[in-house]
């Protein structure tokens, strides 16, 4: 499995209730339709009003953390040929433009290690 984590924050000016929709209505579905082999694609929002564990409340500076995940290598270099051909890097960047602060887009290629509770892994 070949996980990507990216780290995204909100256009300017756009508030939290508008962000999550339009990317749940609009971003996530184009994104589907667009990059091939994904198996699992997840938008996680951060809570500012919510700190965890106590933890400073102030802005991560980041809005939302979403995971693209692909059964292998070769789905996922299958996703970045996608992302090479330029009408599929312009649907998606033209959309992102309605919807992010591009220049603040952090992506990762990410290891993923899972716990066992009560003879359950997780």
Same mark, same amino acid.
């Given at each position: 499995?070949?996980?990507?984590?990216?780290?995204?924050?909100?256009?300017?000016?756009?508030?939290?209730?508008?962000? *999550?929709?339009?990317?749940?209505?609009?971003?996530?579905? /184009? $994104?589907?339709?667009?990059?091939?082999?994904?198996?699992? !694609?997840?938008?996680? !929002? *951060?809570?500012?009003?919510?700190?965890?564990?106590?933890? %400073?409340?102030? &802005?991560?500076?980041?809005? $939302? *953390?979403? +995971?693209?995940?692909? #059964?292998?290598?070769?789905? !996922?270099?299958? =996703? /970045? @040929? #996608?992302? #090479?051909?330029?009408?599929?890097?312009? =649907?998606? #960047? @033209?959309?992102? +433009? %309605?919807?992010?602060?591009?220049?603040? *887009?952090?992506? !990762?290629?990410?290891?993923?290690?899972? &716990?066992?509770?009560?003879?359950?892994?997780?």
């Amino acid at each position: 499995m070949i996980k990507i984590v990216t780290l995204l924050k909100r256009k300017t000016g756009m508030s939290r209730d508008a962000f *999550i929709a339009h990317y749940e209505q609009v971003h996530a579905p /184009l $994104a589907v339709t667009l990059i091939p082999g994904l198996v699992g !694609y997840r938008r996680s !929002y *951060i809570d500012p009003s919510r700190p965890a564990f106590g933890q %400073n409340s102030e &802005s991560p500076g980041f809005d $939302a *953390i979403t +995971e693209l995940l692909f #059964a292998d290598e070769a789905a !996922y270099e299958g =996703a /970045l @040929a #996608a992302f #090479a051909r330029p009408e599929v890097a312009a =649907a998606i #960047a @033209a959309d992102e +433009e %309605n919807l992010f602060d591009r220049t603040c *887009i952090k992506a !990762y290629v990410v290891e993923e290690h899972r &716990s066992t509770f009560k003879g359950e892994y997780r």
